[in-house]
């Protein structure tokens, strides 16, 4: 019997096994409905519920018997066939009944990050998604609690990575960190530079030097259900280093445009003191926008390193960025060279 099928138990890829072997883990619950599971090494994850024919369709309960009292001593009573599972009301079916919201757009039209899985729609995203929807996680806070905290956020029209970040920064003491409001990616624009030397030769340029690490990317990203108006953000730098040269190379790079990028006056530079820098951008709910920040310093023959963090937006809606490291370049010739 071919053995082409695999599933995950915690984050690790258990397998190949054949469709009985499969089935088989399926009667003894070690593959529950949201187990992951796929079909060859190359074949797309998804969601065990969503495999035909791998889990029995529960038989529809026959319509209930209309209670005709023989007398007003005696009445029939029709008990259902199980009481042991409890409906949870989907996130899309709660928002519909409560008509707080339109239905979330389609996944091909918002990010990866932004997706929010619910079970009709489960194998159309990526299963990294929720963390709540890691496989394992119902066994490992058991079936019960599972079930109690769909519900639980169901109701309050929250997703469950929103209810996640909540109960994480509170555990931790780090209230800041519950924002809807996050910065998911930070990344570097790199530009070529003209050399710089001294003339005794020291502290020479490293391989990452010789580029201009100064504009960069950032993407805002919208996880609640209003739109959120980030007025102005600051770079808080952690760490300085600045190198002087005596000359700088004759060789000149065509430099980047800078139109619509958010200008960041880096100097003077002080270790913890805030540089702001205003934004004035719209993010929709559930949504994402790109925003590009030009760093720049005095312009002189030298070399500026500046380790640093974002922070962006105001009061319980603060996000903040991992800690990224900026190289800018004076590139003016000096008198002497």
């Known amino acids: 019997m071919t053995r082409e099928w695999y599933f995950q138990v915690m984050g690790q890829e258990l397998g190949p096994l054949s ?28 969601f065990a519920g969503k495999v035909k024919g791998l889990f029995a369709v529960p038989e529809e ?11 007003s001593a005696t009445m029939s009573v029709v008990k259902p ?10 996130d899309s079916t709660a928002h519909s009944k409560r008509g707080s919201r339109p ?17 009709d729609d489960a194998d159309s995203a990526p299963p990294s ?16 609690l599972y079930d109690a905290v769909k519900k639980f956020v169901s109701d309050r029209g929250i997703t469950m990575s929103q209810l996640n970040r909540r109960a994480l920064a509170d555990f931790i003491q780090r ?22 030397s001294n003339r005794d030769g020291s502290r020479p340029l490293s391989e990452r030097e010789k580029f201009e690490l100064a504009t960069f990317r950032f993407t805002l990203f919208n996880s609640g259900h209003n739109s959120m108006q980030v007025g102005e953000g600051v770079f808080l730098p952690e760490s300085i280093e600045e190198r002087s040269y005596d000359t700088v190379a004759e060789e000149q790079f065509p430099t980047l445009n800078h139109a619509g990028h958010v200008p960041v006056q880096l100097s003077p530079l002080v270790t913890g003191k805030a540089v702001r820098m205003t ?34 937006g105001h009061g319980g809606e603060l996000a903040m960025s991992e800690f990224f490291t900026i190289i800018l370049h004076g590139d003016s010739p000096s008198p002497n060279s």
Request: aromatic share 6%; net charge neutral.
């Open 61 to 71: 309960p026959p319509p209930a018997p209309i209670a005709t009292p023989k007398s």
């Open 103 to 119: 239905p979330p757009p389609s996944s091909a039209t918002i990010p990866v990050h932004a997706i929010r899985l619910d079970e």
């Open 175 to 196: 209230p800041e960190l519950a924002s809807d409001l996050l910065i998911t990616a930070v990344s570097g624009v790199q530009q070529p530079v003209n050399e710089k």
């Open 129 to 144: 998604v929720e963390f709540y929807n890691f496989v394992g996680f119902r066994e490992a806070i058991s079936p019960v």
């Open 19 to 46: 469709v009985g072997e499969l089935k088989a883990k399926v009667a003894n619950g070690q593959i529950q409905p949201d187990t992951l599971v796929r079909k060859t090494a190359e074949g797309k994850w998804l």
């Open 279 to 312: 934004l004035d951008v719209s993010v929709p709910p559930q949504a994402t926008r790109d925003i590009f920040v030009w760093f720049h310093a005095d312009s002189k023959p030298s070399l500026t390193k500046v380790r640093g963090q974002l922070l962006v």
């Open 81 to 90: 066939k199980s009481s042991a599972t409890i409906p949870v009301m989907s």
